[in-house]
């Protein structure tokens, strides 16, 4: 070929890279900045009235993305969540910084990918509404606050000697919760309200942990002036210190939390054992003699994962309870046979790990007596309600079939991170005599979790704890 052609050939070729170039690399680096987050109409060190926060959420397995405003850098309230990424610059969320109180703030952007993974990307805030100028409602409604001030909240109420309904009654000019005994129940009251409005929710959080949230109703209807949303009984939950949690949801499924303490009395109601006298009621403790901790794992049992935790634990002499689904026991009798014949206790986590909250009996016999048949004699009468589900009607159905409905005290998050690191501290630094710990066999990778038992076991066996089964 003619010197000259191949010549022309390369001019008009780096041409075309060169206007390639022009043309896209603004579209590109538009589309390729790096997760984390900016606002966009005020100034993060002194920021008031209502702000845009922007942000970039993309991964290569990317799944979703959540905002949370961390109060004072620790306690999460929630923002916004998406399912779509996020490749450049976009809005996330709107925060009226006039919901939370003055003072440093973090924003925090999870991007969750593969295997539920997720990276973390933080934004300090520092809200300014008292000096930086911005216009405060007269009386805000106070959301979600690690130390909620006692003018804007009811005294607690001791459920085994309920104090006069007028000294538990406040009214309420906005968003919030109040109690009233009623007789042996409490009546839960309250105004749940916004321009765009969607739902309310209302779950009691025991110990005030937000990963121990258990949910007692739901209303589509906005409630503009205070009246009763619902009953309990307190005899259904533990004794201790709980909270009760109202979120208003609003416009794009974006909610405000608000908080009210609340105390149950131990005169007989909620529950610490397991004795006969107390199925059906709520077990979020175990007996803590001799400093014991109780290990569960959930959504096994897995032919991979379940025998190498039985390995560990037998290293240390530990026993656990295993909350099997149906589905994933049924063609596995000989690991079931194993498991029970090692002192292990084998507990009912559903058949398809199905909500049963609000489950009619029907759904709750298919799911839960399902599986007790594939256990056999193996499975003990001891419910692992899935997703920590728990309403009205699984106590009742959960009471009639005889079954102990058992909770947690330490959630590592194992089903979300497969960190070992950030497992066994979790658990190390929550843990208590009488723990109950939630980890997982079952459901997805779990090596992770099974490095983290190690840990977890040669920690707390130097520290003198014991580990009996629960159920068992």
């Known amino acids: 070929m003619p010197r000259r052609i191949i010549a022309a050939r390369r001019v008009f070729s780096l041409l075309l890279f060169c206007l390639a170039s022009l043309i896209l690399s603004p579209t590109t680096q538009a589309q390729s900045p790096g997760n984390g987050l900016t606002l966009e109409n005020g100034d993060?060190?002194?920021?008031?009235?209502?702000?845009?926060?922007?942000?970039?959420?993309?991964?290569?397995?990317?799944?979703?993305?959540?905002?949370?405003?961390?109060?004072?850098?620790?306690?999460?309230?929630?923002?916004?969540?998406?399912?779509?990424?996020?490749?450049?610059?976009?809005?996330?969320?709107?925060?009226?910084?006039?919901?939370?109180?003055?003072?440093?703030?973090?924003?925090?952007?999870?991007?969750?990918?593969?295997?539920?993974?997720?990276d973390e990307y933080f934004l300090p805030i520092h809200i300014a509404n008292q000096s930086g100028g911005g216009e405060n409602p007269a009386t805000p409604p106070q959301p979600a606050q690690t130390a909620p001030q006692p003018a804007t909240v009811p005294t607690p109420v001791p459920a085994s000697a309920p104090a006069p309904a007028a000294a538990m009654a406040r009214t309420l000019t906005g968003n919030g919760l109040s109690v009233v005994a009623q007789g042996d129940s409490l009546s839960v009251r309250g105004v749940a309200n916004h321009p765009t409005f969607r739902k309310?929710?209302?779950?009691?959080?025991?110990?005030?942990?937000?990963?121990?949230?258990?949910?007692?109703?739901?209303?589509?209807?906005?409630?503009?002036?205070?009246?009763?949303?619902?009953?309990?009984?307190?005899?259904?939950?533990?004794?201790?210190?709980?909270?009760?949690?109202?979120?208003?949801?609003?416009?794009?499924?974006?909610?405000?939390?608000?908080?009210?303490?609340?105390?149950?009395?131990?005169?007989?109601?909620?529950?610490?054992?397991?004795?006969?006298?107390?199925?059906?009621?709520?077990?979020?403790?175990?007996?803590?003699?001799?400093?014991?901790?109780?290990?569960?794992?959930?959504?096994?049992?897995?032919?991979?994962?379940?025998?190498?935790?039985l390995e560990v634990l037998a290293e240390y002499d530990a026993k656990a309870t295993f909350f099997v689904v149906g589905r994933s026991a049924q063609n596995q009798g000989e690991l079931i046979k194993k498991m029970y014949d090692a002192g292990h206790a084998i507990g009912n986590h559903s058949w398809n790990h199905s909500k049963l909250g609000s489950a009619d009996w029907d759904t709750f016999e298919k799911e839960v007596e399902g599986t007790e048949q594939v256990l056999g004699g193996y499975g003990s009468h001891c419910l692992r309600p899935p997703y920590g589900d728990v309403g009205p009607n699984l106590l009742a159905n959960a009471d009639t079939a005889g079954y102990s409905l058992i909770y947690w005290t330490v959630d590592p998050l194992d089903w979300l991170n497969q960190n070992p690191e950030t497992i066994a501290s979790r658990v190390l630094t929550k843990v208590q005599p009488g723990s109950i710990v939630l980890l997982h066999d079952g459901g997805d990778n779990r090596t992770g979790t099974i490095e983290a038992l190690g840990t977890i076991l040669a920690t707390l066996s130097a520290e003198g704890y014991t580990f009996p089964a629960l159920c068992r």
């Open 44 to 118: 993060a060190a002194a920021a008031y009235g209502i702000v845009s926060v922007l942000g970039v959420a993309d991964h290569p397995t990317f799944r979703k993305w959540q905002l949370d405003l961390l109060l004072n850098s620790t306690e999460p309230a929630f923002l916004a969540f998406g399912e779509d990424p996020i490749p450049s610059p976009g809005l996330l969320s709107t925060l009226d910084t006039s919901l939370y109180p003055d003072g440093e703030h973090q924003l925090r952007l999870r991007v969750v990918h593969s295997n539920l993974n997720y």
């Open 200 to 309: 309310w929710q209302i779950d009691l959080l025991l110990n005030g942990d937000p990963n121990q949230a258990v949910f007692l109703g739901v209303g589509e209807e906005r409630v503009t002036a205070e009246r009763e949303l619902l009953t309990l009984s307190p005899a259904d939950y533990p004794p201790g210190s709980q909270q009760l949690r109202l979120r208003v949801v609003y416009g794009r499924l974006d909610y405000d939390e608000y908080l009210t303490p609340l105390a149950i009395g131990s005169g007989g109601m909620g529950v610490s054992t397991l004795s006969a006298t107390t199925r059906s009621r709520l077990v979020t403790r175990g007996p803590g003699a001799g400093k014991a901790v109780y290990l569960t794992f959930d959504d096994g049992p897995h032919f991979r994962y379940t025998p190498q935790i």
